[in-house]
């Protein structure tokens, strides 16, 4: 993918899986995690470490795709609020 920020931001807002293939210091910049999980909340697993561990990305991840749970922070995964939009969104979250 592109180097710079603004066509990272363009590709994962359509593609947010794309964020995988992202050089690693963008896919720390919150605003390109951001765009990358309202287009499929999986995508949070090729975020960086630090924001996979941030609940509101956490939260917006599993409110896209409740599959996220997996990927989220361990941490979340006891999170009763996070736990229930993540089933509430995917029944087959509550496996993860």
Known sequence: LPGDAASVLAVVSVSGRALRHVAPELRAD??????????D??????????????????????????????DVAPKFRADVDLVLVAVTQCGDAFGF
């Open 41 to 70: 909340g999986r995508s949070l697993r090729h975020a960086e470490a630090g924001l996979r561990a941030d609940r509101r990305l956490a939260l917006a991840a599993v409110a896209q795709s409740g599959r996220a749970l997996e």
């Open 30 to 39: 919150r605003g390109i995690v951001e765009a990358a999980i309202r287009q």
